[in-house]
T-cell receptor
Framework: GIQVEQSPPDLILQEGANSTLRCNFSDSVNNLQWFHQNPWGQLINLFYIPSGTKQNGRLSATTVATERYSLLYISSSQTTDSGVYFCAVDYDMRFGAGTRLTVKP | DADVTQTPRNRITKTGKRIMLECSQTKGHDRMYWYRQDPGLGLRLIYYSFDVKDINKGEISDGYSVSRQAQAKFSLSLESAIPNQTALYFC?????????????FGPGTRLLVL
């Protein structure tokens, strides 16, 4: 199956800083999604982005399908952005191990 | 009311017992999924269903079975629970009749097998 790698595994920021999270995948995909799992375990879909660029407020994502990677940008981070960010690919939803983000006040 | 609900939210059971986790959705979506999450790891797909008559195995289906009783209901069974099935279980839905397959997750069920 497709291998999904996320980097960095851990990220600590001060409130207000910007960050970039990366998701690499080993084969072409028809489906790529980014999720945020908050400290209480709730999973929220951020983007459905098999290709191209999307923006939603302070978050944006870009997928370059031909080069097999996706990036999630978080600008002006807030403490509520803390949690784990996952990418998942393809119809059988292969998840990466996640990036744990901690935003300090 | 939540769009995707899971029952129970927490469950403790003993090795060898049969248990069922239930998922219901009010989103009208055609596809439903069951995942498990182990501490510090991403989610792994157990089973998925594209419609009521369609059931597919995911990455880790051994030891599990599912039933799609209706478009809105998808249950996961552990026929004979074992301790390494202790995990957080999530149900999710998506609608592929539209232009996107965004997944929406339930709140999760914490299962402890003693």
């Amino acid at each position: 199956g497709i291998q999904v790698e996320q980097s960095p595994p851990d990220l600590i920021l001060q409130e207000g800083a910007n960050s970039t999270l990366r998701c690499n995948f080993s084969d072409s995909v028809n489906n790529l999604q980014w999720f945020h799992q908050n400290p209480w375990g709730q999973l929220i879909n951020l983007f459905y982005i098999p290709s191209g660029t999307k923006q939603n407020g302070r978050l944006s994502a870009t997928t370059v399908a031909t080069e097999r990677y996706s990036l999630l940008y978080i600008s002006s981070s807030q403490t509520t952005d803390s949690g784990v960010y996952f990418c998942a690919v393809d119809y059988d939803m292969r998840f990466g191990a996640g990036t744990r983000l901690t935003v300090k006040p | 009311d939540a769009d995707v609900t899971q029952t129970p939210r927490n469950r403790i059971t003993k090795t060898g017992k049969r248990i069922m986790l239930e998922c219901s959705q009010t989103k009208g979506h055609d596809r439903m999924y069951w995942y498990r999450q182990d501490p510090g790891l991403g989610l792994r797909l157990i089973y998925y269903s594209f419609d009521v008559k369609d059931i597919n195995k995911g990455e880790i289906s051994d030891g599990y079975s599912v039933s799609r009783q209706a478009q809105a209901k998808f249950s996961l069974s552990l026929e004979s629970a074992i301790p390494n099935q202790t995990a957080l279980y999530f149900c999710a839905t998506s609608d592929h009749r539209g232009s996107e397959g965004t997944q929406y997750f339930g709140p999760g069920t914490r299962l402890l097998v003693l």
